[in-house]
């Protein structure tokens, strides 16, 4: 069977792909298994992305591994989520560095139990001079909060006359966000039928392209991920501007 990798146009891959990792727990539930046999095949999903996606020269994946809201889930389901990312680290570090991956971590990291700190910050500073793809997870993260401490710096830089007010523009508060420097995404990817956004970043995806698909995320693998990268590839990205324009 032809492969969606074949379909698509190498010089229109999207810079930033951003995905919403959902449906492990419905996945396991099917099978009559805990929501961690769930989460254990979506680290596999992860593994078979961050793969798919340097394959084709994404630069920037962004994945939301667990958001604020997630802490108020069970006591158990947090650690075990907690131990996967740690695991998972551990183990493919190896293959990170082959890959020429560099990881980027986001979100309230003093939240985080210290071993999770520490793992989190060694993955950043070892993999921190690779140039292939920048892996950027999304942990303890919250759209909402980011804004807000994003807001409160820029404050804090008026009040101590570092800035003026005529000077605040969208670039500042972008500049601001735990996301300054990395482009806006291209393309955003939700799993599991789900239509909604969740406080993943808010202010970043004013522009993106939206694909919602109902495969739960331990069955979204490479294939998956080409195919909506075909899909993104059809559309017409007018950033408010009128077809005509912008073909010339
Ligand atoms: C959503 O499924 C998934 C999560 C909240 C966690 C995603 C985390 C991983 C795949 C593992 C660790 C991440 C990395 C980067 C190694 P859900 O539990 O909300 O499923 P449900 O909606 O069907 O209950």
């Known amino acids: ?10 010089d229109k891959v999207p810079t930033h792909v951003a995905i919403i990792m959902d449906g492990n727990g419905r996945w396991a539930k099917k099978r009559n298994r805990e929501r961690i046999y769930g989460h254990r095949e979506g680290v596999n ?9 340097g394959e084709i020269g994404v630069k920037y994946l962004t994945l939301y591994a ?3 809201e997630n802490w108020s889930r069970p ?3 947090v ?3 907690m131990s996967l990312l740690v695991q998972g680290i551990h183990d493919e570090l190896e293959n990170i560095m082959k890959q020429n991956i560099r990881i980027r971590v986001i979100g309230d990291l ?16 070892k993999t921190k001079d690779n140039t292939a793809l920048n892996l950027v997870i999304a942990l303890s993260y919250g759209s909402r909060d980011e804004i807000v401490d994003a807001l409160r710096q820029i404050a804090q830089e008026v009040k101590e006359g570092k800035l003026e007010v005529e000077d605040i523009t969208a670039e500042t508060i972008s500049n601001h ?11 955003l990817i939700r799993t599991s039928g789900e239509v909604r956004i969740s406080n993943f970043l808010l202010w970043q995806i004013s522009y993106t392209e939206l ?6 995320w331990p069955e979204f693998k490479k294939e998956q991920f080409f195919e909506a990268i075909y899909n993104y590839q059809q559309r017409e990205r007018r950033f408010g501007k009128i077809s005509e324009q912008l073909s010339k």
């Open 75 to 77: 006591k158990e389901e």
């Open 110 to 125: 003093s939240k985080l139990k210290a071993d999770v700190r520490q793992a989190v910050e060694d993955s950043m500073e």
């Open 66 to 68: 667990f958001s604020s």
């Open 177 to 187: 966000l735990y996301t300054a420097g990395i482009p806006d995404p291209d393309l």
């Open 79 to 81: 650690e075990a989520l």
């Open 1 to 10: 069977m032809a492969s969606f990798k074949d379909k698509i146009d190498l």
């Open 45 to 53: 999903s992860v593994k078979a992305v961050v793969e798919a996606a």
């Open 211 to 216: 694909y919602f698909t109902p495969i739960l």
